[in-house]
């Protein structure tokens, strides 16, 4: 499966964004979904993901209560709601493919999308 991410951009501390990661083929809803993020000079991170239905979430604890992540299948897109942005929260955002937590059991990488937080 291939991804494209869109959505990011600079925003003052407290704002939001959603970011977008549309998926092409026909198998996206077979497929658990993750978005990660690496920060410069960091590694990358889970930050939520997300079962093949939608029916079981998962956040890292540095954005729970603050990130919603969703899908809708019917379109290939999965979406990550950001709220209460931090400048800690500034990095790349990469939606992966087939895994929901673990780096290594992603399957495909989308491209990145900045996401830059003032304070």
């Known amino acids: 499966v291939q991804l494209q991410a869109s959505g990011g951009g600079l925003v003052q501390a407290g704002g939001s964004l959603r970011l977008s990661c549309a998926a092409s083929?026909?198998?996206?809803?077979?497929?658990?979904m993750g978005w990660f993020r690496q920060a410069p000079g960091k590694q990358r991170e889970i930050v939520a993901g997300i079962n093949f239905s939608g029916s079981n979430t998962n956040y890292a604890n540095s954005v729970k209560g603050r990130f919603t992540i969703s899908r809708d299948n019917a379109k290939n897109t999965v979406y990550l709601q950001m709220n209460s942005l931090e400048p800690e929260d500034t990095a790349v955002y990469y939606c992966?493919?087939?895994?929901?937590?673990?780096?290594?059991?992603?399957?495909?990488w989308g491209q990145g999308t900045l996401v830059t937080v003032s304070s």
């Open positions: 992966a493919a087939g895994s929901m937590w673990r780096i290594d059991g992603v399957r495909s």
């Open positions: 083929g026909r198998t996206f809803s077979n497929y658990a």
